[in-house]
Nanobody
């Protein structure tokens, strides 16, 4: 049974930081590309950051470059998203996605991030 469990969301003031985690199970994590998406109210889900299976290839949305960092620990089967200098426009539900080597996609349940004073 595939599971992706996000954690680390919450309420933070503008300029603050949060670290999201996504713990994976039920599939071969080390062979899977991982990514973080987000969806704000009334908006489509958008890609925030992606990392290849071995971590050698990383991509970010322009809106988060220089502020967010994606990383992974294959031994712990966990992917992280370090978010610094948060802005109100970063407010969204953040989702973890796995793409396996067979091109199957799995999603987590999401974690709410709210940036407000």
């Amino acid at each position: 049974q595939v599971q992706l469990v996000e954690s680390g969301g919450g309420l933070v003031q503008p300029g603050g930081s949060l670290r999201l985690s996504c713990a994976a199970s039920g599939f071969t994590f080390s062979s899977s590309a991982m990514s973080w998406y987000r969806q704000a109210p009334g908006k489509e889900r958008e890609l925030v950051a992606a990392i290849s299976s071995a971590g050698g290839s990383i991509n970010y949305a322009d809106s988060v470059k220089g502020r967010f960092t994606i990383s992974r620990d294959n031994a712990k089967k966990t992917v992280y998203l370090q978010m610094n200098s948060l802005k109100p426009e970063d407010t969204a539900v953040y989702y973890c996605k796995a793409q396996t080597w067979t091109s199957r996609n799995y999603w987590g349940q999401g974690t709410q991030v709210t940036v407000a004073s």
